[in-house]
Every structure is written in structure tokens, then in C-alpha cells.
């Protein structure tokens, strides 16, 4: 199965978790949460939970046959990701056939090159490594329009072939809730000085505005 978001705890205020806590007799947040976790890696392949196999899911243009034997493929959207040191050339994953595919087979990045994953709303997006061939920064990116920050940094993820048990894959998620996952060659938060905090911008191409 292809590496990608696995997990996902939406973001909740403080006043919000205080009634969770009572709508489930006590329990905490934070154990509630855990139990949940567990439970959606028991029946999890790496496709968003409650949505059925993606077509085409190790193929990373989603490409199909067509009746007279042509190749039809639906490639991602794109966009520019900037930091103040550098800019980021991303193909963009939206759907939840894009999340379950995510960078799984995909061919080796270039050096400013990347996947940038977009969800509607913030929250706590978790990935695992399985059917990677290469290691991965991971940057979980949130904020307003023309205020994005990183808020949490994986470094030099590790990658997993795709026979590699599930129980012993690590599973890898942001300690504040973030709307963007970007994802890009292992070091490259390093060799460009970003960090936890570190300003940044996402435009999309002006042909794949939803």
C-alpha cells in the first residue's frame, strides 16, 4: 500500500475538549484520542479511514486504460510552496484518492520539488513511510491565507518497503493542527534554515484553482 495520511484527530478549542470529556464519562482527551488512534490502525491500510481502496493508488499519475488500449491519466493539480530561502515546485494532493496515494511509487523528487497535502479544515494529520523508496522531510504547515507557518517539522523520515508489517511501521503526526502537509526530500528543511515557526506562502496555478 502506498505511503500516506493515515490519521486524522480534528482540531478542537479547549472549551470543545471539556465537553468531549464529559460526553465520554471522564475519559481524556488525550487517552480518548489514543484509543482512537489504535483502533483506526487496526483496520487502516494507509487510505483515509470510512473511504474504499483508491483506483490506481501505487501509480502516481493515476493513469488508466482506455477501450482502445490508450493511457488516460489524471495528474495532480500544482502550485509553488515559498519559504523565505527557497521555493518549492508541489504537486498538490486534495482528494481522498490523492491522500491515500500520496507519494507511494512516485519516481525520486527533484531538489526543490514536492507534494503539498490539502485538507479542509486543520487537524492533527498523521502519516506513515510504507511503499516509499526515498526519506522525507514532512512540514505541517497552518495559519491564515497570508500568514502560513511551519508548526511541526518530521526530519529525515525514514522510508519503509511495502512488505513491512503494519504494527511495525512508525506513525508520524504534528503536536499542533495544521491544514497543509508538505512533503519534500529528506535534508531540505536543513539546507535551507527552516525550521518550527519559519514563515511561508502557497499559490496554486492559475489551471488548477478548484
Given at each position: 500500500?502506498a505511503?500516506?495520511?493515515?490519521?486524522?484527530?480534528p482540531?478542537?478549542?479547549?472549551?470543545?475538549?471539556?465537553?468531549?470529556?464529559?460526553?465520554?464519562?471522564?475519559?481524556?482527551?488525550?487517552?480518548?484520542?489514543?484509543?482512537?488512534?489504535?483502533?483506526?490502525?487496526?483496520?487502516?491500510?494507509?487510505?483515509?479511514?470510512?473511504?474504499?481502496p483508491?483506483?490506481?493508488?501505487?501509480?502516481?499519475?493515476?493513469?488508466?486504460?482506455?477501450?482502445?488500449?490508450?493511457?488516460?491519466c489524471?495528474?495532480?493539480?500544482?502550485?509553488?510552496?515559498?519559504?523565505?530561502?527557497?521555493?518549492?515546485?508541489?504537486?498538490?494532493?486534495?482528494t481522498?484518492?490523492?491522500?491515500?496515494?500520496?507519494?507511494?511509487?512516485?519516481?525520486p523528487?527533484?531538489?526543490?520539488?514536492?507534494?503539498?497535502?490539502?485538507?479542509?479544515?486543520?487537524?492533527?494529520?498523521?502519516?506513515?513511510m510504507?511503499?516509499?523508496?526515498?526519506?522525507l522531510?514532512?512540514?505541517?504547515?497552518?495559519?491564515?491565507?497570508?500568514?502560513?507557518?511551519?508548526?511541526?517539522?518530521?526530519?529525515?523520515?525514514?522510508?519503509?518497503?511495502?512488505?513491512?508489517?503494519?504494527?511495525?511501521?512508525?506513525?508520524?503526526?504534528?503536536?499542533?493542527?495544521?491544514?497543509y502537509?508538505?512533503e519534500?526530500?529528506?535534508?531540505?528543511?536543513?539546507?535551507?534554515?527552516?525550521?518550527?515557526?519559519?514563515?511561508?506562502?502557497?499559490?496554486?496555478?492559475?489551471?488548477?484553482?478548484?
Open positions: 500500500m505511503h500516506a495520511f493515515i490519521f486524522h484527530a482540531w478542537r478549542s479547549p472549551r470543545q475538549f471539556g465537553k468531549q470529556r464529559r460526553r465520554t464519562g471522564g475519559v481524556s482527551s488525550f487517552a480518548f484520542g489514543t484509543l482512537v488512534l489504535f483502533a483506526s490502525l487496526s483496520v487502516s491500510t494507509g487510505r483515509v479511514l470510512g473511504q474504499g483508491p483506483q490506481a493508488n501505487d501509480n502516481p499519475a493515476n493513469c488508466s486504460q482506455t477501450a482502445d488500449g490508450a493511457a488516460e489524471e495528474l495532480f493539480g500544482s502550485g509553488v510552496v515559498s519559504f523565505p530561502t527557497v521555493d518549492v515546485r508541489v504537486e498538490l494532493a486534495e481522498a484518492v490523492d491522500h491515500a496515494r500520496g507519494l507511494g511509487g512516485h519516481a523528487l527533484g531538489m526543490t520539488d514536492g507534494m503539498i497535502f490539502v485538507f479542509q479544515t486543520p487537524g492533527f494529520y498523521a502519516f506513515w510504507k511503499g516509499m523508496t526515498f526519506n522531510d514532512i512540514m505541517w504547515i497552518d495559519g491564515t491565507a497570508d500568514n502560513l507557518r511551519v508548526v511541526h517539522l518530521a526530519s529525515d523520515v525514514p522510508a519503509y518497503p511495502t512488505e513491512t508489517p503494519d504494527g511495525r511501521l512508525p506513525i508520524y503526526s504534528p503536536t499542533r493542527p495544521g491544514r502537509v508538505l519534500v526530500n529528506a535534508g531540505f528543511a536543513d539546507m535551507h534554515g527552516i525550521t518550527v515557526g519559519s514563515p511561508a506562502s502557497f499559490i496554486r496555478d492559475v489551471d488548477t484553482q478548484p
